[in-house]
């Protein structure tokens, strides 16, 4: 089951940059500690409002972000 509900956008919000669940928590964040070698649970320790669904959310929302088509000009 998708948990992209859980990523928000909002212009008044941390530039309009994409949040998790309206927090100040920006998904940006949370890959910086993914790709910096933090576990889940050692974000899940450090910000006490996450949730384990909010990390998948936040990797969804990557993979998503990643996914584009590939257009080729004749």
Do not use: N, W
Request: glycine letters at 6%; aromatic letters at 2%; one cysteine or more.
């Amino acid at each position: 089951m998708s948990e992209l509900h859980r990523i928000t956008v909002d212009p008044q919000q941390c530039g309009g940059r994409p949040c998790i669940r309206g927090l100040r928590i920006r998904v940006k964040d949370v890959l910086d500690l993914l790709a910096a070698g933090a576990s889940h649970d050692e974000i899940l320790a450090d910000y006490p409002l996450l949730e384990a669904a909010d990390i998948a959310a936040v990797l969804e929302f990557a993979a998503r972000q990643s996914d584009h088509p590939i257009l080729h000009v004749a």
